[in-house]
Structures are given as structure tokens and as C-alpha cells.
């Protein structure tokens, strides 16, 4: 018994603090959104698009001294709330909007399409330096879906071709194949597809591609002439792992070795997978909403493989991890919290066991990235609406400490009654969990106190209070 009590309470125990996501930018004054999206890391400088405008007289006409409205355009950062936040290129001039989207690098220099000028609403690859006279079209007059490199191409996707980029020419690799979505991924030297051939027997399914064999099918997993929608590729060890008709699935490179992963049969609904420290992170849902779910395949082959990681473990509402990006120790991500009604994306982060949730005060959290280990991303606040954010995992333990000396949880020992001072927020949520780890209460924290119906005994309760998350032991006389 006293073995469990240690393991649940090396389990519980979190303690962070809010406040520690800082604005970088408000790009749009005021409350206006200026919605930084498709961030990408280039150097020491963030690349993203942004929606910039002012209007001084709010009359939606912008010609006034000091008004301007960009429409989205090229946005560059160095990520410091001090340093430069500013417009690269306008690309289409006025407010009208190119949309930068698709970044990626090949040979020290950056790409990205979008929305060109002279041929409007077309769009066309450009490159950039971060400067507005070197950002400038390559001559590839098309847009470049889902840009990966393989070898020393880039491959990407336009008008559902696969194509391949050496920094200056453009190939069509076969205008037979049609590659859903553009879902690839490089794996064990190759690139993997859902695609389909024109001569395919098959719906959409999973095709390998090399120079030298072309493509080949590899499965089809949806057998007959249905597609398998498949998405969201993630290499772990020395397994492909994708979402198939909403089901996890690997493979090894082989037809034999492409199977449904059989401790994961009872999921539903996988999405967003992602790799990190030789396990995956998935969305997914067992019956109880969709949470966040870990697989190690280091067990397969055994149901206790996979498992479930809850924000509340008394809530049976969906969580929507989304956003995934690791720092050290950790995997961060957006995700809905334990609220029914809320779908705000706030910022979480979990060790594989645990999830913490970071703050509460940044909603909407999106596209988040990793630069010089701190985390940059969009996120939401009522008097600045969608800016850029970064948070530092470094500013926590301070924080935590000042927090939880401030705290005070008073008669422990109790009979019954527990005082609670120097809670932030006026509706600080608590759960209490017996010795098994069994939630036996939760609600509310009432007046700064809580009458603990339970009997007597050893219990944990975990306060929430305005995104810190503590455990403390308790013990009911």
C-alpha cells in the first residue's frame, strides 16, 4: 500500500504557474487580430503571415495619416517582445492579400508560396533573405503543397502532382499519380504516399516512391476500390506509423508488415500523430471523447502499450491535442480543458505520464514552433485578440516556488473541513483522489473552503486555480 501511495502521488503532483506566456508582438493595435499563422523557424528569425491593419477612425477606410491596412502578408520576427517584429513584403500591394503559406529550406536559403502581384489570384513560389528587395518570385508558377526535402530535393505537391525542386528547377516526377491531400513523409529512404495511379485497381492508398523502383503499392488497406484516407504519417524506431479510416496503423516498408495496430483497435477517431522520445502521441477516442493517447512500441503486441492521458481525470469531455512541439523534458500542446463548454486551446504539456496544464490566460492557442528552445506560437487575448506569443520553460520554477509557499491549507489533520488561502482565482476547481488514485470528490472551491463528505483516511487533493495545478496530501480524521 505505502509502494502505491508513492507511485500516485509521483504521478499527481504538478504544480505550474500562469502568467508566463508574453506577447511578442501586437502586430494588428488594439483589439484587432492580426492572426499570425503558418509560423516556420529560419536561422534565429521567425517567418510567419500576418494580417496587418489600422484604422485610426475605425471606419473601415483606410487613407488617413498613420492608417494602413497591409492585407496578409510576409511577417518577420527575432522573437524577443524588445527586438523586431516587422512586415518583410507587402507582396500584394494595399490591402490586398497574398497569403503566404508553405515554407521550407533547401541549400541555406528559404521558399515559401503565395499570391503574386502581377499574376493575382494566382499563386507562384517565391524566396526571401528577410529583406524586401530579395523577397522575390523563383519562376516555379505554381504553389508548393506540403514541401519536404528527401535526399537533396525538395518534393512537394501541386494540382495533386508530385513534383521535385533542386533550388532553381522544377520536374514533374509522373502526371499519372495522383497524391491525395499531398500526404507523404520520408521513411527508411524512401518517400511513402496516399496516392493513387491512373491503371490502380485500387482507391487511394499506400504507394512507396523511389528513383530507382518508381512507385510501388504497398498495401492496399481499404481493399477493393474504396480509399483509405490516409493521413498523418510519424516515423517511430523503425515503424511508419499513419491514420487509416480512422484507425492507427504501421509498417515496417513491406505488405506483410503494413497492419492495424492491435492494441490501439478500440480508438477511434486518431489524428495528429507525433514522435517524441521513441513513443507516439495521438488524438483518439476509446468511448471516453477524445483525448490524448501514448503508444510505446517497445510492447506491442500487449495491451498495456498504449495509454490514455486525461487533463481531468473526472472529465468526460474531449480534450483536442493539437499542436504538438517537444522542449527537453517535455511535449507541449494545445488542447481543450476539462470545461464542457470550452473549446479555447489552451497550453499544455505533458512528460508521458502527467499532463500540466501551462496557463489559462492565452487562449486559441495555434502553430506553435520551437526556436532556440522557447516556444512561439498564435494565441488569443480579449484586449490584444490573435497575436504572437512565446513562452519560456525556463521562467516556471520560480513562479512555481513563489506560488505554492504562498498557499495555505488549513486544519491538516482534518475532521472534515478545509481552508483554503491564497487562491488567485474566485472559482479555483478541486478534486480529491483516494490512496487508488479514484476520484471521490470534485467541484468548486467555495468561500476558500471545501467540507470533504469522505471518510476517514489518506486522500490527494488537486487544486486548480487560474492554470497552477498543486497536489497536496491531506489526511480526514
Known amino acids: 500500500m505505502k509502494n502505491l501511495y508513492m507511485t500516485l502521488v509521483a504521478l499527481m503532483v504538478a504544480s505550474l504557474s500562469f502568467g508566463q506566456i508574453e506577447l511578442v508582438k501586437d502586430i494588428c493595435q488594439g483589439t484587432n487580430s492580426s492572426s499570425p499563422s503558418e509560423i516556420y523557424v529560419f536561422g534565429d528569425n521567425l517567418f510567419f503571415k500576418a494580417d496587418a491593419y489600422y484604422d485610426a477612425n475605425a471606419d473601415g477606410v483606410y487613407t488617413g495619416e498613420g492608417e494602413y491596412d497591409y492585407g496578409i502578408e510576409l511577417w518577420m520576427s527575432d522573437g524577443s517582445p524588445t527586438g523586431t517584429t516587422e512586415l518583410v513584403k507587402d507582396i500584394l500591394p494595399g490591402d490586398g492579400t497574398s497569403s503566404v503559406f508553405d515554407f521550407f529550406a533547401l541549400n541555406n536559403n528559404l521558399y515559401f508560396s503565395a499570391r503574386n502581384e502581377n499574376t493575382y489570384p494566382a499563386t507562384v513560389m517565391y524566396t526571401t533573405d528577410g529583406t524586401e528587395e530579395n523577397t522575390v518570385p523563383t519562376g516555379v508558377t505554381h504553389a508548393a503543397l506540403n514541401p519536404l526535402q528527401y535526399g537533396d530535393l525538395i518534393y512537394y505537391v501541386a494540382s495533386n502532382n508530385l513534383y521535385s525542386y533542386d533550388g532553381s528547377t522544377s520536374t514533374l516526377i509522373d502526371a499519372t499519380v495522383t497524391v491525395g491531400g499531398g500526404i507523404f513523409t520520408v521513411f527508411k529512404d524512401k518517400l511513402f504516399l496516399y496516392m493513387k495511379t491512373a491503371d490502380a485497381t485500387t482507391g487511394s492508398e499506400l504507394y512507396s516512391y523511389d528513383v530507382t523502383n518508381g512507385f510501388v503499392p504497398i498495401k492496399d488497406v481499404d481493399e477493393g476500390t474504396g480509399s483509405s484516407s490516409i493521413s498523418y504519417f510519424a516515423v517511430v524506431g523503425d515503424k511508419l506509423y499513419f491514420e487509416a479510416d480512422n484507425y ?216 486548480v486555480d487560474n492554470g497552477i495545478k498543486l497536489v497536496h496530501k491531506i489526511q480526514v480524521k
Do not use: C
Not at 486525461?310 to 494545445?334: E, M, R, S, T
Not at 495555505?408 to 488567485?424: D, F, M
Open 248 to 463: 492507427l496503423w504501421e509498417t515496417d516498408g513491406t505488405t506483410d508488415g503494413t497492419v492495424a495496430v492491435s492494441s490501439a483497435s478500440t480508438i477511434g477517431g486518431v489524428k495528429y500523430l507525433y514522435a517524441w522520445n521513441g513513443k507516439l502521441y495521438f488524438e483518439g477516442d476509446d468511448g471516453s471523447k477524445d483525448q490524448l493517447w501514448v503508444f510505446d512500441p517497445t510492447g506491442e503486441g500487449s495491451v498495456t502499450n498504449i495509454s490514455m492521458l486525461k487533463d481531468d481525470l473526472d472529465a468526460d469531455v474531449d480534450h483536442n491535442p493539437i499542436h504538438f512541439a517537444a522542449i527537453g523534458d517535455y511535449l507541449y500542446y494545445a488542447a481543450d480543458d476539462a470545461d464542457a463548454s470550452s473549446t479555447d486551446d489552451l497550453l499544455y504539456r505533458t512528460d508521458g505520464t502527467n499532463i500540466e496544464l501551462v496557463e489559462s490566460g492565452i487562449t486559441k492557442i495555434d502553430d506553435i514552433v520551437v526556436m532556440n528552445d522557447v516556444l512561439y506560437f498564435e494565441g488569443y487575448a480579449a484586449a490584444k485578440g490573435n497575436e504572437l506569443y512565446k513562452f519560456d520553460p525556463l521562467t516556471l520554477d520560480v513562479a512555481d516556488a513563489a506560488y505554492a509557499s504562498s498557499l495555505s491549507i488549513y486544519p491538516n489533520p482534518t475532521e472534515g473541513t478545509i481552508n483554503i488561502a491564497g487562491l488567485v482565482s474566485a472559482d479555483a476547481k478541486y478534486t480529491v483522489f483516494d490512496i487508488a488514485g479514484r476520484t471521490v470528490m470534485a467541484g468548486v472551491v467555495a468561500g476558500q473552503s471545501i467540507d470533504l463528505d469522505v471518510e476517514a483516511g489518506i486522500y490527494m487533493l488537486q487544486l
